[in-house]
């Protein structure tokens, strides 16, 4: 027996699913019904795509109940691959109640359940295991588990205590106490944390092995601050930490906040007398200064801490107006300038304690104002660049007319120049030390053009971020900056060049990626036959894949382990991946672009319905990365990214919520699947839906319900598409649902299909004796009369025309004038996916629709008519793009910073010829794919 | 100066800034999650007072006997933060780690033989290359010899439980093995 089965498991090791399916065969030839091998086959299958295929074999394997471990084992595998998590617990259920002795298979079953987050069946499971194996971690996985299901959002409030207090009860049954296991420990306190026992959980911590488990495990350590705040110990908290700070040297930023926290405890006691508080406090805050001023006298310049406390200090003085001399901020501000200016990080540093007015403003803008540029050292450099952040974080409106500002850019883009000399002899793949010169030069220019609409400060800054980029190559700072300005210039190669010399890997794809992808349809010559964003945005969603088959497992592992602590982390780290908002923004564009590429058949249209189905059940997290991106804007105005947001609108949770209405809807009109079909067609699980109450209402309602706070995410262009969109679903959805073939007519059909591709019949499917023959039977009611379709559908292609020459013409970015157009693209294309049913000459004779068949296409005519024109003016405008005029006038808008060397004359046409190259490109790319389209659906 | 923390599983969405460095390289989420699972008192994060990361160090504890020890596999702080100390901060936590969680004898780091600013600064903080680990690391493509850029260091420092130093060595440098030799 086992050298037969060892070549498949040889094979599978080595990833050859196709012999290992020959070597599988060959066994169940004699042995048609042994069950590992049918199990292992299916697992090849499953990893050759195969699934129809594997799904047989893994119901006949499942339908037999298998207990033996290496069956067990191999469709663990299968039911993953498959999405099947249920049935893998029933699996394992139905194994461990045949052979309740087998320790391993209790273990495998309370995995299965941790894995789907089952966590009242892993608490009686463990419960049971405890009972007959003994063994003390059992115990803990219990008290985990009661945990978890108390923290669980589906559990109703009234069973939380309950279970919290059942976990208490387990935990104070182990044999060993809870501080032999550092794990152990930080789960007894988090249970009575939990319960609100902050006395108890503060003697565990306090008692002798408690205070050594936390000074040498991080994770308990946090856990006891966390106890002392809830039991209200501030002034404690401060003698325990001044002590830190003096006898062990502790330069943690923590001890230092509890110190300030302490000074001001009485005025943070709700309903205290306000007067004596502050009495109280003003010699508190005297000993505080002394003991900061200690500390800063120890560690001159080798700590930052004692400076910043200072500052700190001062500023919660100031707040409850007990600060005693006006100039004393000012002058921290100084000495901290003096002494950690030349570090990268004062900037940061000192932001929170500037936001000043009045005389205090002043002083501190004299101060920094006499740093000269001349820069001798790599610290010198950077006091300069450090009191240019400064002193813009200041500047009021009266201060940023243009002029100004371009005489601003010239002087940080000259320091920036002069400041390369000190980094002439860096390895080609270090940072220049003047790197933050250039990204303010070029957020300067951006805000020039923010204020004045004039494009050619956007130039400036790219041709001065390229050459930047020349001399720090490694530098993702300004390759992120480069990325939104080409975005706004309507350049999504040179965008997507920059982005992948960042070189963005795993989960920064999740994080990330809104960079590249936000709107991405806007920039998809999908309708050409490019799809180079439309695989950007697959590669990128890989991460996703490799979570939920991951993740779970080091759950699982945690358990095994014992590493308590991690599991509730491990559980949000899964479902922020899962739920991730980027995720479905990301297939939200991969759809827009998927309709403009392909064929609009069932087969997309199916699948794509009932995967956006799915994500409209979602609740989402999002882990999108905007702080990376530096803002060195003036406090007075936006910031930088927000500068950038192509049409000041970023998209989120509202917006992603809009077109996952527009689509579904849609979707749902083209297709004959109802959600009886859809059940039967389904092969993993159906995810858990969100407990949004909004999910418990009928889908129907949903799709209709109009919010304005999501309407606010839209740019004025979109909201006009959701209008167009939500009226000609609401015109066409009686002729559709008229129209429709009966569920068992579909079911039959897909059944056909399965059955040609597998030789098998579809699983659990019954059909009544006539269906599959009976076709498109006689309809009871009498036809929906067909109706005039409402004015402004017709209309919204006659103002997308008027708008798109409005842009055409006008000062609006090119990001503008290609979201323009190829919303307008999308708009028909919806109209496309809405009327295809109507195509077919039978539908409309059979169903009386000659009447819509005609206002279909009068409004067809027009909309391709409009789809024609724009193409052509696009087409047009490619034409006057990457012509020496053109070259030229991005030279004359970059004069304000052409240098005599290097960023010179030559260097800037360089960056001109790529330019104007990418913007003949994109417009010709997008107005042929227009032009293609209106062929298609004309 | 700044904030010591726990290293979290969702902080993987926050270290951007740090890993978009040519010596810093982001793994599979796999990697991070099975060193939380197993060493997750060996892993830590310093972060400003504003609660933006600044470095973050990933360590574990291995073999057996004289040669029971902490290793550090990931040590990365953004430029943005760098000297001041932090990686300074992680290393001496760390050693104390190792030395009482663990009753380890030293404690060893790899580093690219081109890293040159590492290299100083580990040495500055005690530690000496025990050998050189030919072919450890990919080529980056900076331009020097192929093979500086392919080996690395192994860098040791002997903890308070080896105080006859026997885990370290004066003429490591000398001492070539290949990558397969090594655990």
């Known amino acids: ?938 | 100066m700044s904030v010591t923390r726990s290293f979290k599983a969702t902080d993987l969405f926050k270290f951007n800034h740090i890993n978009l460095d040519l010596w810093t390289e982001t793994y599979a989420i796999s990697f991070y999650l099975s060193y939380l699972s197993r060493w997750p008192d060996m892993c830590a994060v310093q972060e400003t007072p504003q609660g933006r990361m600044m470095g973050y160090v990933i360590g574990k504890a291995e073999g057996t006997g004289t040669e029971r020890h902490g290793h550090v596999t990931a040590l990365s702080v953004a430029p943005e933060y760098r000297r001041l100390g932090v990686s300074r901060r992680f290393m001496a936590w760390l050693e104390k780690v190792s030395d009482e969680n663990y009753r380890g004898l030293f404690v060893d780091l790899y580093v690219r033989c081109v890293n040159f600013a590492a290299i100083k600064m580990y040495e500055g903080m005690g530690y000496s290359v025990y050998r050189r680990v030919r072919e450890y690391y990919s080529n980056l493509g900076l331009g020097h010899s192929v093979r500086d850029e392919e080996d690395g260091f192994d860098m040791r420092k002997p903890l308070p439980r080896d105080p006859m130093r026997r885990s370290v060595r004066s003429n490591g440098r000398d001492i070539v093995v290949s990558a397969n030799e090594v655990p």
Not at chain 1, 356 to 380: F, H, I, M, N, R
Not at chain 1, 676 to 693: A, C, F, Q, W, Y
Not at chain 1, 864 to 889: D, F, H, P
Request: proline share 4%; glycine share 4%; charged share 25%.
């Open chain 1, 1 to 938: 027996m086992d050298r037969q089965i060892r070549p498949i498991y040889e094979a599978l090791d080595t990833n050859s699913n196709k012999s290992a399916i020959l070597a599988c065969n060959k066994v169940l030839k004699k042995q048609p019904n042994n069950l590992l091998v049918k199990a292992l086959k299916a697992l090849a299958l499953v990893r050759s795509q195969k699934v129809e295929e594997a799904l047989v074999l893994c119901d006949e394997v499942l339908a037999a109940k298998p207990a033996d471990e290496a069956t067990l084992a191999a469709m663990m595998h299968v039911l993953r691959g498959l999405g099947r998590h249920m049935d893998m617990v029933t699996m394992y259920d139905d194994a461990y109640k045949q052979q309740p002795a087998n320790e391993e298979l209790g273990t495998q079953t309370f995995f299965a359940n941790v894995r789907i987050g089952n966590w009242k069946a892993a608490q009686q499971i463990a419960t049971k295991m405890h009972k007959q194996f003994q063994d003390e971690h059992y115990l803990y996985w219990n008290v985990m588990s009661a945990l978890l299901q108390a923290k669980d959002p589906n559990t109703p409030e009234t069973l939380r205590p309950v279970l919290l207090k059942l976990a208490q009860r387990l935990v104070s049954q182990s044999p060993t106490p809870s501080y032999y296991n550092a794990d152990r420990f930080h789960l007894h306190v988090t249970v009575l944390k939990e319960l609100g026992l902050y006395d108890e959980a503060y003697e565990l911590i306090e008692s002798e092995a408690g205070k050594i488990i936390c000074s040498q495990f991080l994770m308990c350590e946090e856990l006891r601050r966390e106890i002392w705040k809830l039991k209200g110990l501030t002034k404690e908290a401060g003698e325990r930490a001044e002590q830190q700070i003096l006898e062990v040297k502790d330069r943690n930023w923590l001890e230092f906040l509890a110190v300030l926290d302490a000074t001001f405890a009485d005025l943070t006691v709700e309903g205290a007398d306000v007067e004596s508080a502050k009495g109280s406090s003003s010699e508190r805050i005297t000993q505080t200064r002394e003991l900061f001023g200690k500390v800063v006298e120890q560690d001159g310049v080798k700590d930052r801490s004692g400076h910043l406390a200072l500052l700190e200090l001062e500023k919660r003085c100031r707040h409850h107006g007990l600060a005693t001399d006006s100039t004393t901020l000012t002058s921290l501000l100084e000495s901290y300038f003096q002494h950690f200016g030349g570090k990268a990080c004062c900037f940061e540093d000192l932001k929170p304690y500037i936001e000043l007015e009045g005389e205090d403003l002043a002083t501190w803008t004299s101060v920094l104002e006499k740093q000269t540029a001349q820069a001798t050292s790599v610290p010198d450099l950077w006091r300069f660049i450090n009191a240019q952040k400064l002193l813009r974080y200041n500047l009021t409106e009266a201060q940023l007319t243009p002029e100004a500002e371009t005489q601003r850019a010239v002087q940080c883009l000259n320091a920036y120049l002069e400041g390369l000399h000190l980094g002439k002899d860096l390895p080609s793949y270090e940072l220049q030390p003047a790197d933050d010169l250039a990204v303010l030069a070029a957020q300067i220019f951006v805000n020039i053009w923010k204020r004045t609409g004039d494009q050619t400060p956007l130039y400036n800054a790219a041709a001065l971020l390229e050459y930047a980029t020349t001399k720090s190559k490694m530098s993702y700072q300004i390759r992120l900056h480069l990325i939104r300005i080409y975005r706004l210039l309507g350049l999504p190669s040179l965008a997507l060049e920059h982005y992948r010399g960042i070189n963005v890997k795993q989960v920064q794809n999740d994080t990330l990626s809104h960079f590249l992808l936000s709107r991405a349809s806007t920039f998809s010559l999908a309708a050409t036959g490019d799809i180079t964003y439309t695989n950007e945005c697959m590669e990128t969603s890989r991460i996703y894949v490799s979570n939920s088959e991951e993740t779970s497992e080091f759950i699982v592992r945690a358990f095994g382990g014992e590493k308590y602590s991690q599991i509730p982390d491990f559980i949000l780290f899964e479902e922020c991946l899962d739920n991730s908002l980027q995720r479905d923004l990301i297939k939200m564009e991969h759809v827009r672009m998927r309709i403009a590429h392909e064929a609009i058949n069932s087969e997309l249209v199916d699948m794509e319905l009932i995967e956006l189905k799915f994500i409209f059940d979602r609740l989402h997290h999002d882990n999108r990365d905007f702080s990376i991106l530096a803002n060195y804007q003036p406090r007075c105005g936006a910031s930088f990214i927000d500068q950038t947001e192509s049409l000041e609108k970023t998209p989120g949770f509202g917006w992603l919520w809009v077109f996952l209405k527009i689509y579904i809807k849609a979707f749902q009109l083209a297709s004959d699947l109802d959600d009886t079909v859809e059940d039967k067609l389904l092969i993993g699980d159906r995810p858990k839906p969100s407990n949004d109450p909004e999910t418990k209402l009928p889908l129907k309602e949903r799709l209709t319900k109009r919010k304005q706070e999501e309407i606010n995410e839209l740019s004025s262009d979109e909201a006009a598409f959701y209008d167009y969109a939500s009226a000609l679903s609401e015109w066409l959805t009686p002729y559709h649902d008229y129209a429709r073939p009966p569920p068992s007519v579909v079911l039959a059909e897909a059944a056909k299909l399965t059955e040609q591709k597998t030789g098998h019949t579809l699983k659990g499917l019954e059909l009544p004796p006539d269906a599959a023959t009976n076709g498109n039977g006689k309809k009871d009611e009498e036809p929906p009369a067909v109706v005039e379709p409402p004015a402004s559908i017709s209309k919204h292609f006659d103002d997308v025309l008027q708008r798109f020459k409005e842009v055409l013409d006008g000062k609006a970015v090119p990001f503008e004038l290609l979201h323009v157009v190829t919303l307008a693209q999308e708009a028909y294309l919806l109209f496309a996916i809405e009327t295809t049913r109507f195509k077919t000459a039978s539908v409309i004779k059979q169903n009386k629709f000659g009447g819509l068949s005609q206002h279909i296409k009068d409004i067809r005519n027009k909309s391709t008519a409009v789809i024609n024109e724009m193409s052509g003016a696009l087409l047009n405008r490619a034409e006057s793009e990457a012509t020496q005029e053109s070259r030229k006038a991005v030279i004359e808008a970059c004069k304000p910073i052409i240098h005599e060397s290097g960023l010179d004359h030559d260097f800037v046409l360089n960056v001109a010829k790529k330019i104007t190259d990418a913007r003949k490109q994109i417009y010709d790319g997008i107005g042929k794919g227009m032009a293609k389209l209106a062929k298609t659906y004309a």
